[in-house]
Each structure stands twice: as structure tokens, then as C-alpha cells.
């Protein structure tokens, strides 16, 4: 088993600024990939960001060059930072940590942190 923790959600003020962290632990192996997800009041989970283990990264569009993502493969964490001073109200959200674990690439989630951005 895989177990994912995060941190880092909170209220913010639209325009501001936040970092969530996400560690792994337990019967880890080879992580193929870490990222966030989210998931808003009514909506489906989507993708936010995405990091390989070589570094490459992938983005949702709507948050393409307001967010990045980062990945310290020794610590098996990840680092989504969402920053310059963009956060919007839209980007309100239960932040779901995921990595993609091992030669039969499983997910993994953590349990969910919620961000709230008041406009």
C-alpha cells in the first residue's frame, strides 16, 4: 500500500497565493508519476498538474502559467505552487494528491485538502 498525505489548503483571498505538498510513503517502489487532481462542488475531478519522474510536466489549461508543479524524487513528495498572485475563485476546490506507482501503474490518492479562494 501506498499512502499519500497532503497539506498545505486553506482560505486564501483571490489573488493570492498558496502551496500545497503531498508525501508518499509505504510500499512505494518505482513512482511513475505524482500530480494533483481536483475536484469542485458538482464537478468531476480533473487534472490540475503533473510531474514524471523524469521532470516532465503537464498542465490543465486553466491553470497554465499561474501554477507549478515540482517533484523531489528522493523524498517522494510533490509540490504544487500556485502563485503569482493569480488564485481566482474558480480555483476553489477539494486538492487531491495522486502518484501512479509501480509496473502495473496504480493510482494512489491522498485524502484531499480544500482550498478556498474568497473573491
Known amino acids: 500500500q501506498v499512502q499519500l498525505v497532503e497539506s498545505g489548503g486553506g482560505l486564501v483571498q483571490a489573488g493570492g497565493s498558496l502551496r500545497l505538498s503531498c508525501v508518499a510513503s509505504?510500499?512505494?517502489?518505482?513512482?511513475?508519476?505524482m500530480g494533483w487532481y481536483r475536484q469542485a462542488p458538482g464537478k468531476q475531478r480533473e487534472l490540475v498538474a503533473a510531474i514524471t519522474s523524469g521532470g516532465r510536466t503537464n498542465f490543465a489549461e486553466s491553470v497554465k502559467g499561474r501554477f507549478t508543479i515540482s517533484r523531489d524524487n528522493a523524498k517522494n513528495t510533490v509540490t504544487l505552487q500556485m502563485s503569482l498572485n493569480s488564485l481566482k475563485a474558480e480555483d476553489t476546490a477539494v486538492y487531491y494528491c495522486?502518484?501512479?506507482?509501480?509496473?502495473?501503474?496504480?493510482?494512489?490518492w491522498g485524502q484531499g485538502t480544500q482550498v478556498t479562494v474568497s473573491s
Open positions: 495522486n502518484a501512479n506507482v509501480g509496473m502495473l501503474y496504480n493510482d494512489y
Open positions: 509505504g510500499m512505494i517502489g518505482s513512482i511513475n508519476a
